[in-house]
């Protein structure tokens, strides 16, 4: 649930945030209301997280676009109602324009749903645009803004989403962890009290305390409308890979009874997984905070957008 929630509210915030006063009127109550699921679709087999290697296209044609192209790894992909896409308008990063595509448009599909190592219960799917065509009024802001759109969601919304739901599979395996180790018996006392067990457990309580700390902090420079992609990428860095960290630590203390689906173990290991990957991978977040190190950071979205975050009845941003 926690997935499905943070992927709704990425689809949110382009709207929020570079949505025009109309778009915002005719989407944001729907959403506010439940009867409209939003998503938004940046990722393409080819470019993976690299954003600026997108190649699906939209071509002006009057007063419509026409789409074509697909978007994979797409949250609520097969249960969304409209669809942030950004695609290309032409070259190089002024190129990248954002649309909102409503699941029922002529031209537009989704792929098969694959089945995945975890979240089960989470529609990670191909959305796929042939010759879709798309009025301009469902244009995000100015052509051009699509690189913005793409970020800004990533980046404010994506990285502490991600964050919080690292924490809270992190969390659910310590706690399924020391409940085990405290009704396990071996030599005639509970499992936690084997010095090795007891040092793993000691592991796993200090990276959730660290991660939760990293997680908190960063949000809350969020919620003040303050610079905070350092933060933000540092607490989905911490966060992802501990959760990571203890759900190996929680499946040595399980031993053979954590290979089995009867317990939560296993399922918890895989779902934090599936963490790792959106926003940016550890190797991408590890590179960025390198460059903040270097000084060669290229500036902050959360400090651009920083006012919308704090006050969203304002005009659309245009960065």
Known sequence: MGAMVQASQLG????????????????????????CLPTIAVTEPESGGHVLGMSASAVRDGDDYILNGSKVYVGNSHVGDLHGVVVRTGP?????????????RPGFRTGPQQPAMGLHGFSFGELIFENCRVPASNRLGDEGDGLAVAYSSSVLYGRANLTA???GIHRAILEETTRFASERIRYGKPLH????????????????????????????????GLSCDTELMNAKLVNVESAIDSGRNAMEIHAAAGLFTDRAIERYLRDAHHIFAPAGT???????LAEVALGQDKGSWSERLSELVRTPEREPAHV
């Open 165 to 167: 739901v690292s924490l």
């Open 282 to 288: 550890s190797d991408v977040q590890l590179l960025r």
């Open 193 to 224: 009290d084997l010095p090795t067990v007891k040092l793993k457990l000691g592991q796993m309580q200090s990276r959730l305390m660290t991660a939760r700390l990293a997680a908190y902090h960063a949000v809350h420079l969020l919620d003040q």
């Open 92 to 104: 190089g990063s002024k190129g990248l324009t954002a649309f909102l595509v409503e699941s029922d």
């Open 12 to 35: 949110t915030a382009k709207i929020v945030h570079f949505g025009s006063d109309e778009q915002r009127k005719t989407w944001l109550p729907e959403i506010a209301a439940g009867a």
